[in-house]
């Protein structure tokens, strides 16, 4: 019979394991759970959610950006900033989550898309007025709601 501690603990941490497992090449070792903190448990557990198919919807207060010191990485970003200016914008990232737990690190490389509606730039800041390695805000206009979601149909040799 297992302790009750690896039933609360060590069971959904091999079910959420086992579901990341589908995601990425790399072998994902179980942790000796006793050195995993809380939070990283539910991390790895909120993880798996989003590969199993369940959205997690939360809200945004910031997104701290820095104007590119590259001339072709700067003219792409003002051109995502612009429709910024009015308020009301959708910010859309493609992120590939790394996972923490108990010293262990992987990164799972099927990406997640996470999009941040009601963006706008912070006040005072226009997309003319922003130079080479500036650093401003952007703010939610409004209730600032996020999803973040499972890329579907992704291979390894998909482009983003």
Known sequence: MLPEFMIEYGLPIANSLSILQGYTLETLRFPDIEDATLAEINALHRVASIYAGEPLNATWSR?????????????????????????????????????????????????????????RLEPGVTVDSLTPGQEFELLPDGVGMTTTAKVADWTPDSAL
């Open 63 to 119: 997104i701290g950006m820095r104007v590119p010191e590259d001339e072709a990485e700067r003219a792409s970003i003002m051109g995502v900033l612009s429709p910024l200016e009015d308020g009301n914008g959708l910010i859309v990232a493609v992120i590939h989550p790394e996972v923490k737990l108990a010293g262990l690190v992987f990164t799972i490389p099927h990406p997640l898309a996470e999009a941040r509606e009601g963006a």
